[in-house]
């Protein structure tokens, strides 16, 4: 895949969703509106936990809060390029209408992927940025130059395995009708990576730390921004979402054999 050329077309994407999210600019500045809500009771939602104890999980109230800004700061991503996208894939299958984006010269992966962007869902993103700085502020800690270039390769990572997943999950469109319970799925799936890792227990642990790696996603990132992560943990997390990215890859490749078409 030509680099150069895929940033073009996405520029190009990029453009087009900007001038169409402008005409609607009431309901564009009424959505900012409650994006301030959607975080405002998250930290209350926090807050009353912390009534309870001094811990959670064993992290702090610093670190969780680090914690949920990094959560809200990859909601915001998801929401903005993936979310709008990957229902749409959907609607693609079922009514045939895929046959249209195979016959444009871009690779068809990328361009279900992100086609539609939502602009506003990036205020979840300085949102979240918002409440790492509290949270680091609350925590007395100062990042090093070294913390935040770990802290934006995982992220990265984070963002790769959480599209790998995602997109495997909707590729499975191409065999199974009633998809949209398993997006549902995927949503509850990433809601976990809302909280520490350390909090859960038994299998739901097993489950998010090593099969569908949630613990990974917001986890090591927050960790990184706090000074306590590992070289070999930030090269695990990125061997971890390329290796994700190119099942996907893979798995999207196999998938069109068996995509018939508006003919039948």
């Known amino acids: 895949m030509n680099v150069r050329r895929y940033g073009r077309v996405f520029r190009e994407f990029f453009r087009a969703c900007l001038v169409e999210e402008m005409e609607y600019r009431s309901e564009f500045f009424g959505n900012v509106i409650s994006s301030f809500f959607g975080i405002g009771m998250a930290l209350l939602t ?14 702090t109230y610093g670190e969780v809060l680090v914690l949920l800004g990094v959560f809200n700061t990859l909601r915001g991503c998801i929401d903005f390029a993936l979310r709008p996208n990957m229902p749409r894939l959907l609607e693609h299958v079922r009514r045939g209408t895929l046959d249209y984006v195979l016959t444009k010269p871009v690779d068809s992966m990328f361009y279900v992927s992100f086609r539609h962007l939502v602009f506003w869902r990036l205020i979840d993103v300085v949102l979240g940025f918002g409440v790492i700085g509290y949270g680091l502020y609350v925590e007395r800690y100062v990042p090093s130059v070294a913390d935040v270039l770990v802290f934006l390769v995982v992220m990265a990572a984070s963002f790769l395995l959480i599209y790998s997943l995602w997109m495997m999950l909707m590729t499975t469109s191409f065999w199974v009708v009633r998809i949209d319970d398993l997006s549902f799925i995927f949503d509850s799936f990433f809601e976990t990576a809302r909280f520490p890792g350390s909090m859960y227990r038994g299998a739901v642990r097993m489950v998010i730390t090593y099969i569908l ?16 992560w590992s070289a070999r943990t930030a090269f695990a997390a990125l061997v971890v979402a390329l290796l994700f990215l190119w099942i996907a890859r893979r798995f999207w490749r196999f998938a069109l054999r068996f995509y018939t078409g508006a003919g039948g």
Request: aromatic fraction near 14%; charged fraction near 10%; proline fraction near 7%.
């Open 46 to 59: 926090i807050q009353i936990f912390f009534y309870q104890t001094d811990r959670l999980g064993g992290w």
């Open 213 to 228: 790696p949630a613990v990974l996603i917001t986890n090591t990132p927050a960790l990184a921004l706090l000074g306590k």
